[in-house]
């Protein structure tokens, strides 16, 4: 399976879309812009993406239809799929991702799958706060989680 990888520039940075010939694998976002930067691609699965990364932050799109293979452990598959089904617009807390996959005691490991969504954005990480309702750990910054859920409406932006 061929890799491909373009950039696409957001309002909150650059953003890394890594594919292969059938699916997206991987997005996140890049604080230094490397040298090399594919900005354009004849990859269909990345020009649907950026196409849908488009109207997401146009505030066109609330859910995301594409063909996605996350690399990760069963465990860290279970966590992404309950990451997708938190409505646009809404959070939760980590304790309510673990017990929904099923174990609240497990709330630390499901704070570490969490952390290693390869699928920023589309996999709606950012949507998951502390239990007192605080931005707590995102790996493209605080700041982006932040813009995120503000850019969605959530009723927590309010707290912030």
């Known amino acids: 399976m061929l890799k491909e990888n373009v950039y ?16 997206i694998s991987k997005m996140g976002f890049v604080d230094e812009k490397p040298s090399e930067t594919v900005l354009e691609t004849s990859n269909n699965f990345l020009k649907e993406c950026i196409g849908q990364l488009r109207e997401y932050f ?5 859910i995301f239809s594409l063909n996605l293979a996350p690399i990760g452990t069963d465990f860290e598959k279970s966590v992404w799929q309950e990451l997708v089904k938190i409505p646009f617009g809404e959070t939760i807390s980590y ?5 929904r996959i099923g174990n609240k005691k497990a709330i630390r490991a499901v704070g570490r799958a969490n952390g290693k969504n390869p699928l920023a954005i589309i996999i709606p990480c950012h949507r998951v706060i502390g239990s ?3 931005l707590t750990g995102y790996g493209g910054g ?3 989680k932040e813009w995120l859920l ?3 409406g959530s009723r927590q932006a309010t707290f912030w």
């Open 58 to 62: 146009a505030s066109e799109r609330k």
């Open 95 to 99: 304790l309510q991702l673990a017990e």
């Open 150 to 152: 503000k850019h969605e």
């Open 8 to 23: 696409y520039q957001s309002e909150i940075g650059l953003i890394e879309i890594v594919a292969t010939d059938n699916s």
């Open 142 to 144: 605080l700041w982006r």
């Open 132 to 134: 007192n309702g605080s």
